[in-house]
């Protein structure tokens, strides 16, 4: 059975940063895609970032480009999300999910089927 135990989440100030982790177990990793998500409170969830299996193309919403990085450690079978500069629109719950594409990518945020249980980032001064 896929399970994801995600870490790293807590409250930033504006301007500060997070590593978020996702550790997968009972399969793996590199045979996935793996997508990170958040949920802001009344809004709906959506697709922050996430990494192809094989050669690890990356993907990343126009929200975080340039602040966020995502990268996967297959040795530990775990993918990071690194959140840099952060907003206070970065608040939310974070997730991690993966899905068995065919092919070497990640972007289709609607096809992720596995998901962890979630970790609150809160970015207030």
């Known amino acids: 059975q896929l399970e994801f135990v995600e870490s790293g989440g807590g409250l930033v100030q504006p301007g500060g940063s997070l590593r978020l982790s996702c550790e997968a177990s009972?399969?793996?990793?590199?045979?996935?895609?793996i997508g990170w998500f958040r949920q802001a409170p009344g809004k709906e969830r959506e697709g922050v970032s996430c990494?192809?299996?094989?050669?690890?193309?990356?993907h990343y919403a126009d929200s975080v480009k340039g602040r966020f990085t995502i990268s996967r450690d297959n040795a530990k079978n775990t993918v990071y999300l690194q959140m840099n500069s952060l907003k206070p629109e970065d608040t939310g719950v974070y997730y991690c999910?993966?899905?068995?594409?065919?092919?070497?990518?990640?972007?289709?945020?609607?096809?992720?089927?596995?998901w962890g249980q979630g970790t609150q980032v809160t970015v207030s001064s």
């Open positions: 999910a993966a899905h068995a594409f065919r092919q070497e990518m990640c972007d289709m945020f609607d096809e992720y089927d596995y």
């Open positions: 009972g399969f793996t990793l590199d045979y996935y895609a």
């Open positions: 990494i192809s299996k094989g050669r690890g193309r990356t």
